[in-house]
């Protein structure tokens, strides 16, 4: 696993690549299937670009976004923040919050 956002961009060159793996914020992962991962941060980009370990937000923000988003993917519980996701199946990563 790739823990650099300079390596991880080496990868899987994307603009929310860096950005993603140093800022904690609000971040959107739209999927293929049309729902919305939630996340915090990317942790780590496979070695051959195929998967990204993220902290997923808490399940606050998530029942919040829910109402918006209907079908959301949040954290099950505030101890489980961590998932892997397969970054074939990403559509669109946005900032779903501002400064």
Not at 8 to 24: C, E, I
Not at 84 to 93: C, D, F, Y
Request: hydrophobic share 45%.
């Amino acid at each position: 696993m790739i823990e650099d956002h300079g390596q991880a961009s080496d990868v899987l060159p994307a603009w929310y690549t860096g950005r993603m793996m140093t800022d904690r914020w609000l971040f959107g992962l739209y999927t293929n299937d049309g729902r919305v991962i939630l996340i915090r941060k990317i942790l780590a980009i496979s070695d051959d670009g195929k998967w990204m370990d993220v902290e997923l937000v808490d399940t606050e923000t998530g029942e919040e976004y829910e109402k918006l988003l209907p079908g959301v993917i949040s954290a099950i519980a505030n101890d489980r923040p961590r998932a892997s996701i397969q970054i074939a199946n990403i559509v669109i990563a946005l900032d779903l919050q501002t400064s």
